[in-house]
DNA sequence: TTGTAGGCGTTATCAT
DNA sequence: ATGATAACGCCTACAA
């Protein structure tokens, strides 16, 4: 049996409630039954109960992470865990704990959403999102459940945190027409994503500043976060379309894009300039290596706690949104000698 | 107020043992109530609060993850999301939820799973390590936790899953031998860490076994998983060692490595053949593609996991090992043409 | 400063 | 088949 508050009460000739104040370390206790106390308390080798104590007080320091997509691929991706560093080195310096919940389809997502908010276990959640259509947001709304959406969403009722994607759009497209290009191939647009539209409204915006037509046969649309862009650039190529330029929108295509442009025995960034998004760590080791966009997944993480833990705090509901600027990172693959 | 067993007792007139036993969806309870409760729960949106059932059944159905390092680095590397992703699928399908410890140092550590075993928060613990002491291990096997490994422990006591990394480098270095080298260096030997002597011993055997002498020179210290294989590859070959092969203990270093290499003029494989080790999504599209071993990350914790579930399920303690077999991936960075 | 009693929301044991 | 009652371990008025 384990032992609890009133085996140490006992122990010490006191009440269960002085215990409780020693664990409180409540100022209403005398010195001397203080240190009595937790003597005790070491030499059972006491521990409170979290769970009890929780019940009492409704409050479990814990907050749920949702992630989406197949529980097999979504944490492959370099974004996701340093998001979730992010998230984790804020909550456990506030004392937080994290329960992961990574679900595959949406169906799963709104049991286990239902589960963590009715459940009384999680006192917040933080959901990764990035598809337009969320029930799950939906529901938390509804229930006036605290919440932080890291991506964006149409429901203005909600707290989110996100990069400003179509200035990153804008920016690299810029950068490119900045370097002459005027054939852009933007690879990667996945219409059910907010993320790759706002992108690619970035990059028209640019092309329409600079006086570029866009031609929409230049849009490579793929599933966001894939590594298929071997097989999309390939294809694309195969069609006769020879830009100068192409902006991925994950890394990772990039990566694959590249691997095709050379199969097809193009140069980069001679023949064809790549950039891709997230300067994943090995950007800077490929060969060549990829200029990309910093997106500071860290800081999204952090302030996305920092978010949830004042709405947590109060029971006024606010709605605020925050911006993590993203920083372009130029690398060979697109500079030419 | 939230609703709970009492109110739907109340406004169904019946007793709250009653709404207890629909919810258990127990036999002993007539069809007609049952509906009518159901009805009433639904209506009244109601549902149980898991704090107050963990309570009376000393079971929360949550599982803590323990990962080591930086909470700012841990989660970087491939390796570990991919585990992470084989915890969390076995552990959802079992109804397990999984909270997330990163912790930063070893005190860290030691108060956090002194909260996670002593909390009663968690029912078990997945302790993610590869350095020798580790005072966590020992700790739990004191207080007799249930708790796995990912890695390996010098303590018989323990349940651990792992890699066979003495074959690891075993098959490593014969292969290389087999393509005719006879110079290898071996980057990223961590004295602290078993993974990487037991790699190191596994390449030494493999020379023995061909007569190769070992050179201790040949050896390239590191702390492992870093991205530094750059810097160490390019201070190695600036002493003018001249391997033909070069075994890293990890993907990234090996990505690094290559860089090297390529800088100081010397093609890859033609002058020095490369692999790494774990088999990360980028090695495949990493020019020249890097040969690696696909350690079979999400097998270690799905594994893990299942080993978990079995300890906490019985109160016989009983110590199992497992190995999970890994695979050499042979890409050009090792193909001489 | 300390003790008593009631309650947090559920489940389990006995009755009925 | 259903209800009353007592836990589970802790906290917190209210008393003393």
Redesign the pocket.
């Known amino acids: 049996?384990?032992v609890?508050?009133?085996d140490i009460a006992k122990k010490a000739?006191?009440?269960?409630?002085?215990v409780?104040?020693v664990?409180?370390d409540s100022?209403?206790?005398?010195e001397?039954?203080?240190e009595k106390v937790l003597k005790i308390m070491k030499e059972m080798n006491y521990h409170?109960?979290m769970i009890?104590?929780s019940?009492?007080?409704r409050t479990t320091q814990i907050i749920g992470v949702v992630m989406p997509g197949m529980a097999e691929q979504s944490l492959q991706h370099p974004f996701y865990p340093e998001l979730l560093g992010g998230i984790a080195s804020m909550a456990n310096k506030q004392g937080y704990k994290i329960l992961l919940a990574n679900v595959s389809t949406v169906d799963e997502e709104r049991e286990m959403v239902k589960e963590l908010t009715f459940g009384g276990i999680t006192e917040g959640l933080i959901l990764l999102t990035s598809r337009d259509d969320n029930p799950t947001v939906e529901q938390l709304v509804k229930n006036n459940f605290p919440f932080v959406v890291i991506g964006r969403t149409e429901n203005p009722y909600v707290n989110w945190v996100d990069n400003d994607n179509f200035l990153i759009g804008y920016q690299l497209a810029t950068y490119f027409i900045e370097q002459g290009h005027r054939s852009i191939a933007f690879l990667g647009y996945s219409p059910g994503y907010r993320v790759t539209r706002d992108r690619l409204n970035g990059y028209k915006k640019a092309l329409e500043e600079h006086d570029i037509p866009f031609d929409s046969r230049m849009v490579i649309e793929s599933k966001f976060i894939s590594d298929n862009g071997y097989d999309l650039m390939k294809a694309f190529l195969a069609q006769g379309k020879s830009p100068t330029g192409v902006i991925a929108c994950d890394d990772l295509l990039a990566f694959g894009a590249i691997k095709a442009i050379h199969q097809a025995g193009l140069r980069v960034p001679d023949d064809i300039a790549v950039a891709g998004i997230n300067n994943v760590p090995l950007a800077d080791y490929y060969n060549p290596p990829l200029t990309s966009v910093k997106i500071n997944a860290f800081s999204l993480g952090t302030k996305a706690f920092e978010m949830l833990q004042t709405i947590m705090g109060s029971n006024i509901r606010s709605y605020n949104q925050a911006i993590i600027p993203a920083e372009l990172v130029i690398r060979s693959s697109t500079q030419r000698g």
């Open positions: 049996m384990r609890t508050i009133n000739k006191v009440s269960p409630s002085t409780s104040r664990i409180a100022p209403r206790i005398s001397a039954t203080k409170p109960n009890a104590r019940l009492v007080n």
